[in-house]
């Protein structure tokens, strides 16, 4: 385990670029839509969104969610006074972020930020990558009061991280799934988060889940499929119809009166 923790960022960054690598290819092979044009622009700025996180998480926060686990578990912070089980954690971790992430389409000072996900008008397995470095860090923020509040042992967090990467990347790529009735019951698929993405408001805000499709069930924000059919919905947001692609405009976005 601790051999594994030193080498925490390599191991996540290997699974992230081979399945971000293993999706782009899939969108060439086996494509579920037509995408609209500047496809280069749209993954440069996408690219360069997620290595913009990276520097803020590390200016700001100075460690990682499997670090912190660590230090929280050795100095006996949980709140709660003791570890919550394995698989229980990784569930009770799939639930906040749901909630984090419904929040973030309610709130309007999260919106702001979260909006520059929504802004592409296009959807593929690079817009994974398209957050601002600012909601990546409160995400962060928010992984770390559960934490400590639930005391996530580490190597839950770390397989919840890799597992969270993993499933943005699949539900966000331009890829046919077969069965996708059958896999939708035990995990999103992407024909399932494409309705999400869709510019009508009432789609835009269901299907919040990244892992597991249960919650928007339970919680009553799941849509089945678009009103539009998944060939002619239109993505992204009615502001923004002609997608963002300048990494400044993107940074700038939360901070700057909506069109």
Known sequence: MAAAMENENIIRLSVFLGLLILFSALEFVIPRRTMPGSKPKRVLANLSLVVMSSIAVKVLLFTTTGLFAIWVAENDLALLGFQTPFLLAIVLLDLIIYWQHRIFHVVPMFWRLHKV???????????????????????????????????????????????????????????????????????????????????????????????????????????????????????????????????????????????
């Not at 996708?180 to 805000?205: A, Y």
């Open 117 to 259: 996900h929504h802004s592409d008008n296009a959807i593929d397995a690079s817009t994974a990558l398209r957050f601002h470095p600012v909601e990546i860090v409160l995400s962060i923020l928010v992984k770390f009061a559960a934490i400590i509040v639930f005391g996530i042992p580490v190597l839950a967090i770390v397989v919840f991280e890799i597992l969270l990467n993993a499933t943005a990347l699949f539900n966000h790529s331009n890829i046919k799934v077969p069965f996708d009735s059958i896999l939708r019951l035990f995990i999103v698929t992407p024909d399932m988060h494409r309705v999400h993405h869709s510019v009508i408001p009432t789609e835009t805000n269901s299907n919040y889940g990244f892992n597991v499709p249960w919650w928007d069930r339970i919680f009553g924000s799941y849509v089945a499929q678009p009103e539009r059919g998944h060939q002619d919905m239109k993505i992204g947001l009615s502001q923004y119809e002609g997608g963002e692609t300048s990494l400044l405009k993107l940074l700038l976005m939360p901070f700057k009166r909506s069109p």
